[in-house]
């Protein structure tokens, strides 16, 4: 069970007795199990031994290698690499989607902000394992208004699956089962607890009326293609919190469940769903303020995968520059041209492409792995010229870069549009939304995003060779030791 500890277990409940190696056994999908109609394609299943009080075991935990989805959901190529973070269709300037033009989005859902685990006034009501769970109709009808707008113009969406804190949950009852049981209370968002049955279904039953509704052939309410599992979990104690100096096998045990948990459910409806884990632009350090190195993280999905069986999972880099406040990312001195470098933002994407195409990393040895840039951005300090140019250089410099590495699939500029709750930053295209001079306005980073990949490309970037210090945009491309 997915909230059981293979290494606690000392008398297994759910045994089936197996005669022989090979063996074949054929069980129901579905059982009654401490009181929920139990899904078993959720399980891990492990060969043991019967002992006199105590069982031993003889495999690993294996993973289902297959989910037959109940739907064939077409394949959706991606246009191109551009794309927006933070989109929401209640934020205005839909327009962008055609005039940038936009090939994937990020969305924020905070599954918290909308769960109910008992009636609601006028919601939807969605049975998971033979219980009723409640979603709120207005927030749910403004998440299909985000989503419809995506699938309307064939964008690729990621969903960003958020855990908020107790105190800030919609309903009191689903925030004491789904935050964690160690969580402090500084962070940002909860990493799910996973370790009763209660809290497992509760989170289960979010995910698969998500997946229900928005991975349905046709897509009435739009399509969820990856899910971003949490955010930023490498910085665990600030934005995915199960408490602080967490082992980091402790930590990215429960990811790894989370993470688990969604892929079948998702599965279950779309045979092409994704999931992506959530990093900063840390590698082989922890970034500053963060709790562990993503290198580190990384490795130890793949070695789960690797013993656990292996499923379609991906990443969600945050390359940010060094200084998130500082626009010139060339300037970046922990980011090397090294497979150890201690950081990787927009000046060594090479070492991501480098990675995303190692065979050692790859889906069942033979396919990338999806990698999406899900969030990052160069700021301008102000709206003073000098600092809108030096944030267009950032995003042509970055371009650039993306542009020619084929190991990085696409780019979601975060923020989309300024936002006074990002600690100061003005990293979006557009100016602050109640900017007295110019409100949601154009910057000229946004003009830089609209030509690149176009024939205007060239000349609209010309300039900011200057700013970067480059003759010519094939310096800056380097290879990685």
Not at 162 to 175: F, I, M, R, S, T
Not at 178 to 206: G, I, K, W
Not at 283 to 308: H, K
Request: charge should be negative; charged fraction near 25%.
């Amino acid at each position: 069970m997915p909230y059981e500890q293979l290494s606690r277990i000392e008398t297994f409940k759910n045994k089936h007795p197996i005669d022989g190696s090979p063996f074949s056994l054929s069980l129901d999908r579905y059982v009654e199990q401490e009181g929920f109609r139990y899904d078993r394609a959720l399980s891990a299943w492990a060969v043991v031994r019967e002992g006199g009080t105590r069982d031993e075991l003889l495999s690993h935990a294996h993973y289902a290698n297959d989910i037959q989805a109940q739907w064939s959901m077409p394949a959706q190529s991606l246009a191109h690499k551009k794309g927006l973070g933070g989109f929401s269709a209640n934020r205005g300037f839909i327009e962008d989607l055609d005039d940038l033009p936009v090939g994937s989005v990020t969305v924020n859902v905070p599954i918290t902000s909308f769960l109910y685990l008992n009636a609601h006034p006028g919601a939807y009501v969605h049975e998971y394992g033979g219980r009723p769970y409640y979603f709120d109709r207005a927030k749910i009808d403004e998440l299909d208004k985000t989503f419809r707008a995506a699938a309307a113009k064939n964008i690729i969406v990621s969903a960003i699956i958020l855990v908020q804190k107790a105190a800030e949950c919609a309903d009191p009852a689903v925030g004491r089962l789904l935050q964690h049981e160690h969580y402090t209370a500084d962070a940002f968002f909860t990493m799910p607890r996973l370790d009763n049955a209660e809290s497992v279904y509760c989170y289960a039953a979010a995910l698969d009326f998500l997946a229900d509704r928005y991975c349905r052939p046709g897509s009435p309410y739009g399509r969820i293609h990856h899910w971003i599992m949490h955010n930023e979990v490498d910085a665990g104690s600030t934005w995915t919190n199960m408490g602080k100096n967490r082992p980091l096998f402790v930590f990215l045990d429960n990811y790894y469940k989370s993470m688990r948990i969604c892929y079948t459910i998702a599965r279950n409806y779309d045979e092409r769903s994704e999931v992506l884990g959530s990093f900063t632009h840390s590698w082989t350090n922890p970034a500053p303020g963060g709790d562990y190195a993503t290198l580190d993280m990384i490795n130890g999905l793949l070695r789960y995968s690797e013993v656990e069986g292996d499923f379609q999972w991906g990443l969600a880099y945050h390359p940010y520059p060094e200084d998130l406040n500082e626009p010139k990312t060339w300037n970046d001195s922990q980011a090397t041209f090294s497979t150890k470098t201690p950081l990787v933002t927009f000046k060594n994407l090479e070492v991501l492409d480098n990675w995303a195409k190692k065979p050692e990393n790859t889906y069942l040895k033979t396919n990338k792995r999806t990698i999406w840039l899900s969030e990052n951005g160069t700021n301008s300090r102000t709206y003073e010229e000098k600092d809108l140019q030096e944030q267009a250089a950032g995003l042509a410099y970055a371009w650039k870069k993306l542009e020619r590495l084929d190991g990085i699939d696409a780019m979601q500029w975060h923020n989309w549009i300024d936002n006074r709750g990002e600690f100061g930053l003005r990293i979006g295209l557009r100016r602050f939304p109640d900017d007295e001079e110019d409100p949601g306005g154009r910057k000229p980073v946004w003009y830089v995003y609209q030509a690149a990949g176009t024939e205007r490309e060239d000349a609209v970037f010309e300039p900011y060779k200057s700013i970067i210090g480059l003759s010519n945009w094939d310096e800056i491309i380097k290879d990685i030791q």
